[in-house]
């Protein structure tokens, strides 16, 4: 049931993101921003580690900056859903910008207590 949760949570942080980044549109949050919220999920748990692995000298030598450039990449990537649209570059960046600052409160809220 967290896991649920947690979808709708994200869910609705992309539709925050949509609300105060111009370049960011979702059109419905039933379909689009759930279907947005688990291709993110997706990408962040088989793509990202593989960018990262293979981005690692490069991600040295910027001292993790360009973990931030695979974070927006992964994030454009979203313009593959039908009814997400993210034009151009600062809005992606905004776009992470706000989706993660919101992530981390999703996981301080929903993360299990012992």
Known sequence: MRYVIKLLLVAGSLL???HFVDGITID????????????????????????????????VLTLGLFGFLINIFIFWLLTF?????IDGFMAAMWGVIIVSIMGWVIDMVTQKKE
Do not use: E, Q
């Not at 379909?31 to 991600?59: E, M």
């Open 81 to 85: 859903v039908p009814g997400v649209a």
């Open 28 to 59: 419905r949050f039933w379909p689009t921003a759930i279907i947005a919220a688990l291709v993110l999920g997706f990408l962040n748990s088989v793509l990202r580690p593989i960018l990262k692995t293979l981005s690692l000298p490069i991600n």
């Open 16 to 18: 925050v993101a949509s």
